[in-house]
C-alpha cells in the first residue's frame, strides 16, 4: 500500500462524501420549494405564470449547489492536481 | 464516446493560434443563427402575415414581456441583450444533441466568456442610467460597510453563472456517455430527452439571471 494508493483511495472517498452530501442538500432545497410553489399556485392560481419563473429561478439556484460538489467531485476524480491529473 | 470532461482538443491550427472544437463549434452555431435571423428578417419585409413572421414577432414579444414583467419598466436594449443570450446557448445546448457535435457550453470556456459578458454588462448598464458616481454610490448603500460584501456577491455570481451552465450541460453528455458504454445504445434515449428540456430550461435561467442582475444596476437608484 504505497503512497499512490492512498491518495487514490482518498480521492475516491473524498468525490463520493461530496457528492453525496452535495445532493442531500440540494434535494432537501428543491422539495421545500417545490412544496411552497404548490401551495402558491393553489392559493393563487391566476399568478401561475410568475410563480412558475420564479420556481425555476431558484430551483436553478438551489441545484448550482449540487452542481458545485459534482464539479468538484470530477475534478478530483479527472483532473486531480495532486496525481498529476490522469485523465482516467 | 470518449468522456471529455475539462479538456477542450484543438481541432487545427490556424497559423500560431489553435483553433479548438468548442470555437468551431459555437462559431457555427452564431453563423446559422444570424442566417436564420436573416431570412425572418427578409420574411418580415415581403410577408409580414406569414407564418414564419408571426413566430418570430412572438419570440420578440414574449422577450419585451418578460423584460417589462421583471424590471417593472420596458427596456428594449435589455430585451435584445437578454434574448440574444437565451437563443446563444440555448442552440449551443440543442446542437450538442446532434451525433457528433461536442456543445460549445459543455466547454468551462465558452461559460466563462459569456458570465464575464453578464458581469461586464453590469456596470455598463448601472454607468449608462445612473452615471459613474451615481452607480458607484449604490455599492455604499445601505451602509459603506456592505462594500465588501457587494463586491464579493458580484464576483461569486459571476462563477456560479459560469459554473452552473457548465456543470448542467457538461454532466448530461457524461450521464450519457456513461449510460452508452455501460448499458447500449438505445438505453439512454430517456436521458438525452431529458437534455433537450434542461438545455432550454438552463439557456432561460441564464438569460433571467442575467436580466435580474443588470435590471437590478439599473434600477439601483430609482427610489
Given at each position: 500500500m504505497n503512497e499512490h494508493t492512498i491518495l487514490a483511495a482518498a480521492t475516491i472517498l473524498a468525490a463520493a462524501f461530496v457528492m453525496a452530501v452535495g445532493a442531500v442538500g440540494a434535494a432537501y432545497g428543491e422539495s421545500r420549494i417545490g412544496a411552497a410553489a404548490m401551495d402558491a399556485l393553489a392559493r393563487q392560481p391566476d399568478e401561475a405564470s410568475s410563480i412558475t419563473r420564479m420556481l425555476f429561478v431558484s430551483l436553478a439556484m438551489v441545484e448550482s449547489t449540487a452542481i458545485f460538489c459534482l464539479v468538484i467531485a470530477l475534478i478530483l476524480l479527472f483532473a486531480n492536481p495532486f496525481t498529476g491529473g490522469s485523465g482516467g | 464516446m470518449e468522456l471529455r470532461i475539462f479538456g477542450d482538443p484543438v481541432a487545427f491550427h490556424c497559423g500560431p493560434f489553435p483553433v479548438t472544437e468548442t470555437m468551431l463549434t459555437s462559431t457555427l452555431v452564431t453563423c446559422v443563427l444570424i442566417g436564420l435571423v436573416w431570412g425572418v428578417r427578409i420574411s418580415l419585409q415581403n410577408a409580414p402575415l406569414s407564418y414564419v413572421s408571426t413566430v418570430a414577432s412572438m419570440i420578440v414579444e414574449s422577450c419585451d414581456k418578460l423584460i417589462y414583467d421583471i424590471t417593472g419598466r420596458a427596456h428594449p436594449e435589455l430585451a435584445n441583450w437578454s434574448g440574444s443570450l437565451f437563443l446563444f446557448i440555448a442552440s449551443c445546448n440543442l446542437a450538442g444533441?446532434?451525433?457528433?457535435v461536442h456543445p460549445a457550453t459543455g466547454s468551462l470556456a465558452t461559460t466563462s466568456a459569456l458570465a464575464l459578458l453578464v458581469f461586464l454588462s453590469v456596470p455598463f448598464a448601472g454607468i449608462y442610467s445612473h452615471g459613474v458616481c451615481g452607480y458607484l454610490r449604490s455599492y455604499l448603500r445601505?451602509?459603506?460597510?456592505m462594500l465588501p460584501l457587494h463586491v464579493i456577491s458580484e464576483l461569486s455570481r459571476t462563477l456560479a453563472l459560469a459554473v452552473r451552465l457548465f456543470g448542467n450541460i457538461m454532466s448530461g453528455h457524461l450521464v450519457v456517455a456513461l449510460l452508452v458504454s455501460l448499458a447500449?445504445?438505445?438505453?439512454?434515449t430517456p436521458i438525452m430527452a431529458l437534455d433537450l428540456l434542461i438545455g432550454i430550461l438552463q439557456a432561460y435561467i441564464f438569460a433571467i439571471l442575467a436580466t435580474v442582475y443588470i435590471g437590478a444596476a439599473i434600477s439601483k437608484d430609482a427610489e
Open positions: - | 444533441q446532434l451525433p457528433g445601505p451602509n459603506p460597510l447500449g445504445l438505445l438505453v439512454p
